[in-house]
């Protein structure tokens, strides 16, 4: 069906306007794209009436076909849909997992342990599954696999007491994942315990733990576990078979939260931070969504003063604010860091899982703000960013219309990316042309 969707978009290719009939063809596969992958008819709906009202209500910016410009307002309606992912500070929390029985739960917590293990941090997983005949044997496994500490009680049958203990036992722990029981359906034993369990551990972060195919079934499922305990992230799993999830956009609306994590394996390993772009373009079958947004975006950039920008300079040591728009946009066209860094070859896992989770990850909107600032500074200013003091700040800010504190982000970010560049300076440099360039 992806395919179709292309191929109806290929055939605005040639053309500079869109008329009706176009339009409607497009928003018909796109709604077929999403049926079909598990999206409920209601967010369909309103999802494709606004596409259409856009499409048919913009004009096109010059330079661009009719093809990518309906793209991109696709790309943009569907970013605002999924929304970003779950904000999970890397410091000390308690997270808490509920979800059916057969949902990924334990699996999911195994995994995010290791995932904040490789960010530097201690997790230990507690194990309050007193229902399922091995649920203990099976979490302490896996949690050995992800080498982090675990605590569980086979000789105990209340879970709550497990929970209690659990927390007490693993005090040297800085982030406690807390797995619970889930049973076939939501009968009103297991809604009573997992709330019992959620006022003794207290947890920062309560997220639903989804199976892709749950298709309809998702919003039943995430009512009841927003009204028991509050909803704040919703875990994709088995997104390495043939569902593509899209019943979790009906809990992540339901729920008025967003995804955490993508499960995509039976191991500790397979598990990725959410990301929209990824997500969106697997949900229409379609894998170049973002890039073609951002082709229509640059069309659009006047006074571009691109071509004399030489990648080098980063490495000569300075690291100006025009380096770094420059740079936010090499890295936009080449997706987030963590995934850029997956292409350099004989770079492993280390140097990135030692980075900070957000070091270079500039959202489209931020980045937006980031150049209305940008344009509101000296040559000077960008090129001395260090030297912008608080008046400064304050011309900046009112010039741009932007509040100060996104001025002061801004040279925030600037400062978080030089020191992120200096760790790649020791780097070759045929590897770090090749990233800056692509
Ligand atoms: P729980 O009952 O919610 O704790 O679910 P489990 O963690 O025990 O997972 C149920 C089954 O799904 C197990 O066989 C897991 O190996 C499998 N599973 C969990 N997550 C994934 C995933 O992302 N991909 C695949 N292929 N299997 C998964
Ligand atoms: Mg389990």
């Known amino acids: 069906l992806g395919s179709s969707l292309r191929g109806t978009l290929d055939r605005l290719q040639g053309k500079t306007r869109l008329d009706e009939e176009d339009v409607e063809e497009v928003v018909r596969e796109i709604q077929r794209s999403l049926i079909q992958a598990d999206v409920e008819i209601d967010l369909v709906m309103e999802l494709s009436d606004e596409i259409e009202r856009r499409a048919l209500e913009e004009e096109p910016p010059g ?36 979800g059916l029985q057969g949902s990924g739960k334990t699996t999911t917590a195994a995994k995010m342990a290791w995932w904040f293990s490789k960010k530097g941090l201690r997790p230990a997983i507690i194990q309050t599954d007193t229902f399922r005949p091995g649920a203990y044997d099976q979490a302490e496994e896996m949690a050995s696999r992800a080498e982090v500490s675990f605590y569980g009680d086979p ?66 499922q995430a009512q009841r576990f927003e009204e028991a305990i509050g909803v704040d992230g919703v875990v994709i799993t088995k997104l390495d078979g043939t569902a593509k999830g899209g019943g979790a956009l009906t809990a992540v609306n339901e729920t008025d939260s967003s995804i955490a994590f993508l499960g995509t394996g039976e191991t500790v390993q397979d598990v990725e931070r959410f990301e929209p772009n990824g997500f969106i373009s697997r949900l229409l079958g379609m ?30 040591g300075q690291f100006t604010l025009k380096d770094m728009r420059h740079q936010m946009n090499a890295m936009n066209k080449m997706g987030p860091l963590d995934q850029v860094l997956d292409m350099i070859p004989g770079l492993g896992g280390g140097l990135k899982d030692q980075l900070p989770d957000d070091a ?25 960013p260090r030297s912008v003091g608080a008046n400064q700040v304050r011309r900046v800010a009112r010039g741009s219309g932007q509040p100060e504190e996104r001025v002061q982000e801004l040279l925030e970010q600037h400062r978080m990316m030089e020191r992120t560049l200096k760790q790649f300076q020791g780097m070759g440099d ?8 692509r």
Request: charged content about 40%; proline content about 2%; glycine content about 6%.
């Open 63 to 98: 330079g661009t076909t009719a093809r990518d410009f309906v793209l991109r307002i696709v790309y943009e309606e569907m970013v605002d849909l999924v929304g970003d992912s779950t904000e999970l500070p890397l410091e000390s929390q308690t997270i808490l997992l509920a």
């Open 155 to 220: 000789d105990n049958d209340d879970p709550v007491e497990i929970a209690r203990e659990g927390l007490a036992a693993t005090e040297e722990a800085d982030v406690h994942i807390v797995d619970t029981a889930g049973r076939h359906a939501l009968e009103e034993g297991l809604i009573d315990e997992i709330e019992t369990i959620d006022d003794t551990v207290d947890p920062d972060r309560r997220l639903l733990v989804m199976d892709a195919a749950i298709g309809q079934g998702a919003k039943d």
């Open 287 to 316: 894998g170049d969504l973002k890039q073609l947004a951002e082709r229509v975006e640059r069309a659009m950039e006047t006074g571009d003063e691109e071509e004399d920008w030489d990648p080098e300079d980063i490495m000569s």
């Open 360 to 384: 270079m990850d500039v959202t489209q909107d931020r980045m937006r703000s980031f150049e209305v600032v940008m344009d509101s500074m000296t040559d000077k200013e960008l090129e001395n």
């Open 430 to 437: 045929a590897d770090m042309q090749r990233m800056m360039k």
